[in-house]
DNA sequence: CGACAAACGGACCGGGCGGTCAACTTGTTA
DNA sequence: TAACAAGTTGACCGCCCGGTCCGTTTGTCG
């Protein structure tokens, strides 16, 4: 394994960007062809550095999530649990997440950084639990699933505020509270392999 | 506009049921020609019903909603009107409606079975909220968007039970209730429109 | 330098898509 | 039952996609 040349190293980050953004725009349905012509690139090249378009997307998706992942280490130890907890919920939705956790379905290579990820919230609520922070009939795939709903929701409403998803965030927020909770209806899911 | 020939009819129905199941098994990227394999007829058959891919699939919508807009008007003259919006959104949610709400992105025609089904949300929240079942800060337009939310949630969790939709409909409800609840920090979105 | 491997680019391929069409079949109606 | 319109069919079209390939360019290093 060679260290890469000087250019294809540029390039590279160049792909990513485009990528990023390209999948921002128009989904995973970007054409790999719009995504060379916006790194300034040719097509051929994408394929040289991403074998598939799915790695590609997968090389996306590990970033982001290990942006993540960075930040919910440092707010393990972080002297309020509760509030630990929702401000990595709320960092997770602002960045988006959704998008990229909706890259989790297309994704050929599991990704060993949500694993890290699912653990890693699993002890944000496990100590958010303890300290009457979260109900106690909430697991760590419980957040971790309802992370992307925000985001989600909102894109039904196509010209509203981009602050919309706090709203939608604040109310689940409200319904993982230990005030006012009613029984849940089902048990837990299993933890996510993926 | 002469009514149907008999054949004609019966095609109709076999493509729309065909296209629901189709649609449900693979999304919006099924494709025609095995939506009219599906229902034993000719691709050819398929646009002479429907002009265009989306028109069949803004035909199924709309008898989803309006499916949807029977209930609704059933349950404006409950006695209870905070169970009465439980029901609605548990019906919706049942009837993976978030399937059908994806289809309102791509639906080139409007569907005004949808503003009417606004419009049914909106009385129905407005009710729960007068007799205190649902917080001040919740509009009708709120409850439209998280109908959806609970379907596509789970929709990440792949081998999970059937039934998992309920947990966290249940929270979002709990996030609903007047009790515990904190102020939102976003105000609204409009009404949806199309 | 010069030479070689690494990286690049874009024409090209097979395949699947939504949609069209003209020849054919069938329900309807007098 | 005859005749016509309504309906059906599947081959066909153009398009765009992900992915391949090879002739060309370019960074690297002795």
Chains 1, 2 share one sequence.
Request: hydrophobic share 45%; proline share 7%.
């Amino acid at each position: 394994m060679s260290p890469l040349r000087a250019d294809a190293a540029r390039n590279r980050e160049l792909l990513l960007a485009a990528a990023a953004d390209e999948f921002d725009e128009h989904g995973l349905d970007a054409s790999v062809a719009d995504i060379a012509r916006r790194a300034g690139v040719g097509k051929g090249t994408v394929f040289r550095h991403f074998p598939t378009k799915g790695e590609l997307i997968s090389a996306i998706v590990r970033s982001r999530v290990e942006e993540l992942n960075a930040v919910a280490e440092r707010l393990l130890t972080a002297a309020d649990p509760g509030a630990a907890l929702v401000e990595f919920v709320e960092t997770a939705a602002r960045r988006q997440q959704e998008r990229d956790l909706s890259f989790l379905r297309g994704a050929t290579t599991p990704i060993d950084a949500q694993q890290r990820m699912a653990a890693l919230v699993d002890r944000l609520v496990d100590r958010a639990r303890e300290h009457g922070a979260v109900r106690a009939d909430v697991t760590g795939t419980d957040v971790l699933l309802l992370l992307c709903a925000p985001n989600h929701v909102v894109s039904y409403a196509p010209d509203a505020s981009p602050d919309l998803w706090r709203r939608y965030l604040a109310i689940i927020l409200d319904g993982l509270r230990p005030e006012g909770a009613h029984p849940l209806p089902a048990p837990p899911p299993a933890p996510l392999t993926g």
